[in-house]
Nanobody, 126 residues
Framework: QVQLVESGGGLVQAGGSLRLSCAAS??????????MGWFRQAPGQEREFVAG????????YYADSVKGRFTISRDNGKNTVSLQMNSLKPEDTAVYYC?????????????????WGQGTQVTVSS
């Protein structure tokens, strides 16, 4: 069982930056045994994959819409995963969710994730 809590959301102007963090808690080394992902959901839209990283953090994956602007990273010693978001656009406005999966790969399908945080709002003004 892994509990996830996101933080770092807020209001930013287009072109600005935000850094989201996700703190994980659970028994033993449960965090480091999970591949991690960030998803987002805008009003009226489905929850979509944004970025993911492997257990070690050495392999990372991004949606085409954020590639080159967002960076995912994790610190297994601190049980955290972060999403650095640069050059933000109004279309990045959404609730951002951290998720963990026991899958042996990093899925892009939200249905393959086992644990979710409560989400943090990111609003980018034009």
């Amino acid at each position: 069982q892994v509990q996830l809590v996101e933080s770092g959301g807020g209001l930013v102007q287009a072109g600005g930056s935000l850094r989201l963090s996700c703190a994980a808690s659970g028994p033993g080394r449960s965090f480091s045994t999970n591949n991690m992902g960030w998803f987002r959901q805008a009003p009226g839209q489905e929850r979509e994959f944004v970025a993911g990283c492997s257990r070690s953090g050495l392999s990372t994956y991004y949606a085409d819409s954020v590639k080159g602007r967002f960076t995912i990273s994790r610190d297994n010693g601190k049980n955290t995963v972060s999403l650095q978001m640069n050059s933000l656009k109004p279309e990045d406005t959404a609730v951002y969710y951290c998720a963990a999966t026991q899958a042996i790969y990093v899925p892009r399908n939200r249905n393959e994730y086992d644990y979710w945080g409560q989400g943090t709002q990111v609003t980018v003004s034009s």
